[in-house]
């Protein structure tokens, strides 16, 4: 399911020291327009924004215990079958078919009256989802693993924590732009099917790849808090969904600069 088709080639270093100077530029200034939103409360209410009440905090903490689970539930599998050939053999195209089905049904499932079944369905799409990035992790040394994980959570937890902080809906107004993005970016990996081996693509996919999840982190976060103040029948499961996303494709993007790193 998240197979790019590329072969990967040599990634020069100068990518990743620009990619982590703007990505420290542009978390330096959302975290002090956060808190100034903080700190100047009263003026932004009168602005007309709403701060999270209680059952808000407990519509988006529920949200979060979610991700956690699909996150903690990926790395118990792959773990697991960290030395199953049988595992990392299997049919991408039954995977695709898998995640597409128990995606869509985790979906459809109503949360308040099906949900030992709706639980069902979004462990089954964890699991293809694990099976999917086995055989990457396969290839992986621990130590490079380790270190994409502890690169993923710092950089999940920072976007997620800023615009959980953040007062207003700002990065709501991103949705278009960041649907764009995601069309160039399957338009880049059709492309690449085209022109195999190709650097030029891979670094587009790689560290656009990479920028664009972290923009759809930001976004996603507010969404699900805009959700939880107004959606009356609110499903916690469906809204983690997306999150969980990002953080897989974001950690196995980690995994190959890291990667390309080490042997160099």
């Not at 979004?122 to 989802?129: E, R, S, V």
């Not at 278009?176 to 693509?201: D, E, F, H, N, Y």
């Not at 972290?214 to 029948?233: E, F, M, P, W």
Request: charged share 10%; proline share 3%.
């Amino acid at each position: 399911m998240f197979s790019n088709g590329f072969q990967q080639p040599q990634v020069n270093n100068t990518g990743s020291y620009l990619m982590m100077a703007a990505g420290m530029t542009g978390l330096g200034y959302l975290a002090y327009t956060s808190m100034d939103m903080k700190k100047n409360m009263g003026s932004y209410q009168m602005k007309g924004e709403t701060f999270m009440s209680p059952l808000v905090q407990q519509r988006v903490g529920k949200t979060l215990g979610y991700f956690g689970y699909g996150i903690g539930a990926t790395g118990g599998i792959v773990f697991a079958l960290r030395n199953s050939m049988r595992a990392a053999g299997a049919n991408p195209w039954l995977l695709l078919g898998g995640s597409i089905a128990s995606l869509i049904a985790t979906h459809m499932i109503d949360y308040e009256t099906q949900y030992p079944l709706k639980m069902l369905a979004y462990t089954g799409f964890i699991g293809c989802t694990a099976l999917s990035i086995l055989p990457l992790i396969q290839m992986s040394a621990a130590s490079v693993i380790a270190d994409a994980a502890l690169a993923t959570g710092v950089t999940m937890s920072t976007l997620a924590t800023i615009a959980y902080n953040a007062p207003s809906e700002q990065f709501l107004m991103w949705g278009g732009a960041l649907g764009i993005g995601c069309g160039a970016m399957m338009g880049v990996s059709l492309l690449s099917m085209m022109v195999p081996g190709s650097k030029a693509l891979f670094n587009v996919w790689l560290y656009g790849g990479l920028v664009l999840s972290g923009g759809l982190v930001l976004y996603r976060t507010q969404s699900i808090i805009h959700d939880a103040k107004t959606v009356q029948n609110y499903d916690p499961v469906t809204k983690s969904v997306g999150i969980y996303l990002d953080a897989i494709n974001m950690f196995i993007r980690f995994l190959m600069i890291m990667q390309d790193n080490k042997k160099k």
